[in-house]
C-alpha cells in the first residue's frame, strides 16, 4: 500500500513538472486613437466635373434662356431676368459659387439651344425644354431632372365656342418650327384622321402674333407657354386653353453628357429645392433652422452634418444657399408661375407626391 502510494506521488510530480508553466501576466491593449468622422461613409469618393472647375474659375455660370417667356424667362422694366427657368439658373450658381447673382444668361433660340451647349458655349441650358428619347440620346445631352411637368395643349378664341380639340377639324393652327410641338400636333391630327394646316412661325413670338392677328385659328404649345402667351395679348380673358392635353412634356435644364458630375450637381440643386419644401423650409426660415433643427435629414440637406456636398465638390451649405437665396420649390413655382403670377397656374402634376393632391414631384433622401 505505501508502495503504491510512493509511486502514484512520483507520478504526479512528474507530471508537474512537465506541464506548461503559467503564462505571464500581459497589460491590456490601449483603446485605439478616436477616428475622426469622414464627409461621407466609407466607400465614397469625391468626384472631379471640368465645368465645375471651369465655372469657378470664371466666377459666373453659362446658363441659355427663352429670348422672351413670361414666367420662365423674361426681363423686367429695369432689365433684370425673371422666371422659373431663370431661378434655376440662379439656384445652380448658389449651390456652386455660394451666390446666387453669379449668372451670365444668353438668349437662345429653339433651333439653336443645342447646338450652342454641344460646343461648350453654355454650362446649362433652361429654356422650357422637353425631354425626349432621340434628344437625350442622339444629341449628346443630359436632362438631369424634370422642373417642371407639363403636356401640349391648344389656345382658342373663346368665341368659337370649342369644347375639345377634336373640334378642330380644317382648322388652321399656329406652331412654332423647330419644336416637339410641330411633330406632336401632326401625330395628333393624323390618328384621329382630321385634317388642319399648320402656320409655322419661326418663333414663340411670332406664333402669338400670327395667332393674335387672326392668321391662324388655334396656337399649339405647351399648355404653360400658351398660358405666358395669353398673359400677353390684348385681351387675355378673351382667349381658352382647350381641355385636351395632346403628349407629355417633361421639361427640365440641360446639360452636356460628357460631365456626369455636372449632371448630378443640376439634378441634386433642384432636389434641395424639393425637399426645402417636403421639410417645411423656405427662404425666410432656412437660417433659424440650420441653427435650431434636430430632424438628420434637415441638418444633412442644410450641411449642419455629413457635408454630403463634398461628394460633389460643393461646400457644406450649397444647398442651404440655394434656399437662402432662391428659395424651397413652393416658393419658386408660386412666383414665378403660381398664385404671386400673372400665369396663375395650379401646382397640379407638379405638386409634392405627399401633398394633399398628390403630384409627382419627388426627391431621392438626402442621406
Same mark, same amino acid.
Not at 72 to 100: E, H, K, P, Q, S
Not at 113 to 128: E, I, P, T, V, W
Not at 196 to 222: G, I, N, P
Given at each position: ?23 505571464? &501576466? ?21 468626384? &472631379? ?11 459666373? +455660370? ?78 449628346? =445631352? ?12 391648344? $389656345? ?28 406632336? +400636333? &401632326? ?67 440641360? =446639360? ?13 440643386? +433642384? ?33 449642419? &452634418? ?53 403630384? $409627382? ?7
Amino acid at each position: 500500500m505505501i508502495r503504491r502510494l510512493t509511486a502514484i506521488a512520483a507520478a504526479i510530480a512528474f507530471l508537474s513538472a512537465c506541464s506548461r508553466p503559467p503564462a505571464p &501576466e500581459t497589460k491590456a491593449p490601449e483603446a485605439a486613437p478616436a477616428v475622426k468622422a469622414r464627409s461621407a461613409q466609407a466607400g465614397y469618393e469625391p468626384a &472631379e466635373s471640368p465645368t465645375l472647375k471651369a465655372v469657378k474659375a470664371r466666377g459666373y +455660370v453659362a446658363c441659355g434662356v427663352h429670348e422672351g417667356l413670361p414666367g420662365f424667362a423674361l426681363r423686367d422694366a429695369r432689365g433684370a431676368w425673371r422666371g422659373f427657368d431663370v431661378d434655376v439658373c440662379r439656384a445652380v450658381a448658389a449651390a456652386t459659387l455660394g451666390d446666387a447673382t453669379k449668372v451670365r444668361f444668353t438668349v437662345i433660340g429653339a433651333q439653336d439651344r443645342f447646338g450652342a451647349l454641344q460646343k461648350g458655349q453654355l454650362d446649362l441650358l433652361s429654356r422650357n425644354t422637353s425631354q425626349t428619347f432621340a434628344r437625350e440620346v442622339g444629341l449628346g =445631352v443630359t436632362f438631369p431632372v424634370v422642373t417642371y411637368y407639363d403636356g401640349q395643349g391648344f $389656345l382658342a378664341p373663346r368665341s368659337m365656342g370649342l369644347a375639345s380639340a377634336e373640334e378642330l377639324n380644317g382648322a388652321r393652327v399656329c406652331v412654332q418650327e423647330g419644336t416637339a410641338s410641330a411633330g406632336n +400636333v &401632326e401625330d395628333y391630327f393624323r390618328v384621329r384622321g382630321l385634317k388642319y394646316r399648320a402656320v409655322v412661325a419661326a418663333t414663340e413670338e411670332k406664333a402669338r402674333q400670327l395667332y393674335e392677328a387672326e392668321s391662324c385659328d388655334v396656337f399649339t404649345a405647351d399648355i404653360s407657354a400658351l398660358a405666358a402667351s395669353r398673359s400677353l395679348l390684348s385681351n387675355p380673358n378673351g382667349h381658352v386653353i382647350l381641355p385636351d392635353v395632346i403628349s407629355k412634356e417633361p421639361l427640365g435644364p440641360v =446639360v452636356r453628357q460628357d460631365d456626369p458630375v455636372w449632371a448630378d450637381i443640376v439634378r441634386w440643386t +433642384v432636389y434641395a429645392t424639393l425637399l426645402g419644401e417636403e421639410l417645411g423650409l423656405s427662404a425666410r426660415t432656412v437660417e433659424q433652422a440650420r441653427e435650431t433643427a434636430t430632424d438628420p435629414e434637415t441638418r444633412r440637406l442644410l450641411g449642419v &452634418e455629413g457635408d454630403l456636398g463634398a461628394l460633389l465638390g460643393l461646400k457644406a451649405d450649397w444647398a442651404f444657399q440655394v434656399i437662402r437665396q432662391v428659395g424651397a420649390y413652393h416658393e419658386i413655382f408660386r412666383r414665378d408661375l403660381g398664385q404671386d403670377s400673372a400665369l396663375r397656374l395650379d401646382r397640379g402634376l407638379n405638386a409634392l407626391w405627399n401633398a394633399p393632391a398628390p403630384g $409627382l414631384m419627388y426627391a431621392p433622401p438626402m442621406r
